[in-house]
């Protein structure tokens, strides 16, 4: 996996199911702040491993994530995800600002909203299911459905949209060299529709979340047109794929595990903390994401990262830390309150963390309390795994009950 003196050569290729990433096993137990090389952009940049030192990566303002602009930084994919405007290239105190925005179109109230949505829209699904009857696709039946119709919903875009605009988002998210001009214009197609919807609801405000974000205030400050557009995109994108292949992710981790799984059937209740664990053990994506730039000399774990270079952190490595987590490699649905990073951390911990933690639980609950002998329908070794995205999750996931 080493390519020259002590630079690590990292495609993050590795996509055997849900098991976890032997290089990066290896980087955290070897060199857990290591030069590495990734497939995309200019240049090699560091890798922080641990839990404590990706903390102290996302929390210090000497390391800036909106140095990155206009630098071709060693990256997973062809073209950046990510846009230049973006609150996630943002550091405070113009990110702070933002996020208070934002925030406040998650408020409690709005949340609450969304999970009665959910629960709705899950139930239908759920119905169709069992009308379809034994054996069923539980990618197909819940896990891609269920988020794109429930962020699309609370964003209110019109169902004849909704294809499209998937599309755009999952052929942005693909690793593959071929696929980069295809990036490039869905990235630019998927701006230019938000741009013209951001502006009508800025005009007739509706009860939908791009109304609620146009409309939020924090004193005087509201948000930019630029600023709305992008963060409806982020909304987008964050709010439906992720959220499908974790529902994917996280049914078959209890299905492949009888005894959680009884455990969670006999004791519903403890749905909320057993997920919180499944969430900080299953490798939900490959390699790293945006990463961020030192603005001076700054030391972490014996290791100097001097000023300009680029740092990238990995959230899988500090979720399985054995420094933070007793018996890291072992799912405990009982473990307590495990501080996991799957939504990231400091001032880029995901805003909309809430509305997907709400899917995942309704989604799940709702699953097993209506499918009481659910059950994979074929071998675990032969389910299907996503190879070509940045994303971990199986293609279908064939249950009977």
């Keep these: 996996m080493e390519s020259g003196a002590n630079v690590w050569n990292c495609p993050f290729d590795y996509a055997e199911g849900l098991e976890f990433d032997p290089t990066l096993k290896r980087l955290l137990t070897e060199e857990p702040v290591a030069r590495i ?3 995309y952009g200019e240049g090699e940049a560091w890798l922080v491993t641990r839990y404590e030192d990706v903390r102290t990566v996302t929390t210090d303002r000497r390391f800036s994530r909106s140095a990155i602009i206009g630098r071709d930084f060693p990256r997973m994919t062809p073209e950046p995800i990510v846009q230049d405007e973006a609150i996630n290239v943002m550091d405070p105190p113009a990110s702070s600002r933002l996020r208070s ?5 998650f408020a409690p109230r709005q949340v609450e909203r969304m999970r009665v949505r959910t629960r709705h829209v899950v139930d239908e699904l759920l119905d169709r299911m069992a009308k379809h009857g034994s054996p069923a696709d539980l990618m197909e039946s819940l896990a891609s459905p269920l988020p794109l119709t429930t962020i699309c919903e609370v964003l209110d875009i019109p169902e004849r949209d909704r294809g499209q605009l998937r599309a755009h988002a999952r052929t942005m998210m693909n690793v593959s060299l071929d696929n980069r001009d295809k990036a490039v214009r869905a990235k630019a197609e998927m701006r230019g529709y938000f741009e013209t ?8 405000p509706g009860d939908d979340l791009i109304s609620a974000l146009a409309t939020a205030r924090d004193g005087d400050e509201i948000l930019g047109d630029q600023e709305l557009t992008v963060m409806a995109m982020v909304l987008l994108i964050t709010g439906q794929d992720t959220t499908t292949y974790e529902i994917g992710n996280l049914a078959y981790t209890l299905l492949t595990r009888p005894e959680e799984l009884a455990m969670l059937r ?3 209740e403890m749905l909320p903390q057993a997920m919180e664990e ?9 390699g790293v994401g945006i990463p961020r730039v030192a603005t001076e000399d700054v030391e972490l774990s014996g290791v100097t990262i001097r000023a300009g270079d680029i740092v990238h952190v990995s959230y899988l490595t500090a979720n399985r830390d054995p420094r933070k987590f007793d018996r890291p490699d072992e799912l405990d649905l009982e473990r307590d309150k495990p501080s996991h990073m799957t939504f990231g951390w400091g001032g880029h911990h995901c805003l909309g963390a809430p509305l ?7 989604a799940l609950g709702s699953l097993l309390e209506r499918f009481p002998e659910l059950r994979l329908a074929k071998p675990p070794e032969d389910v299907r795994w996503n190879t070509t995205s940045i994303w971990r999750y199986p293609l279908e996931l064939p249950v009977a009950w």
Excluded at 101 to 105: D, H, Q, R
Excluded at 356 to 362: P, Q
């Design 37 to 39: 090389r990734l497939p």
């Design 101 to 105: 925005l934002v925030s406040k179109a």
């Design 197 to 204: 919807l951001t502006a009508k609801r800025r005009q007739h």
């Design 266 to 268: 006999s004791r519903p």
């Design 278 to 286: 499944m969430l900080r053990f299953i490798p939900f994506r490959k």
């Design 356 to 362: 997907a933690f709400t899917e995942l639980e309704v």
